[in-house]
């Protein structure tokens, strides 16, 4: 279920169970309602978003943005519930994801990961693509 139709479920459950005026019901069921929302549109969660799907690790982010290391893991698991992890990078990304697995001796996710201060799992995805790019032809990095 999305996060919408989980959203739209809970707002009708409300009415349902409290009646028409919203400034009648419970603290805590406007809080979690509201919650959801603020998570999903609020500007430092859209950065938070981003270098998330970019593989940045959750001590990086949390360091660069002030938060803690367990609110970022936190927001990392949401997304992958909900299905919205889709790792992704830039064209230069690529380009210093394959320079670095040429360049190193016996290269595995977590080493690339450490050399490139990126997630393991953002490493096995974009290794991932970068082998599909060559098998297919496609050029994901200008070499």
Same mark, same amino acid.
């Given at each position: ?33 509201? !919650?959801?929302?603020?998570? +999903? ?7 938070? /978003? ?60 977590? !080493?690339?990961?450490?050399?490139? !201060? ?8 974009? /290794? +991932? ?7 297919? !032809? ?6």
């Amino acid at each position: 279920m999305s996060s919408n139709k989980e959203m739209a479920a809970e707002i009708r459950a409300a009415y349902a169970n409290y009646g028409d005026d919203p400034d009648k019901w419970p603290k805590d069921v406007k809080k979690e309602i509201r !919650g959801q929302t603020e998570e +999903e549109h609020t500007a430092e969660n859209k950065i938070l /978003r981003h270098l998330i799907l970019h593989g940045y690790t959750n001590k990086d982010i949390a360091e660069e943005r002030s938060k803690t290391p367990q609110y970022i893991q936190q927001l990392r698991g949401r997304m992958r519930r909900r299905h919205e992890l889709y790792y992704q990078a830039t064209p230069d990304e690529f380009v210093q994801l394959k320079y670095n697995v040429k360049h190193m001796n016996k290269p595995n996710n977590k !080493g690339v990961a450490s050399v490139m !201060g990126r997630d393991k799992d953002w490493v096995r995805c974009m /290794r +991932e693509k970068l082998r599909e790019a060559d098998s297919e !032809g496609k050029n994901y990095y200008h070499n």
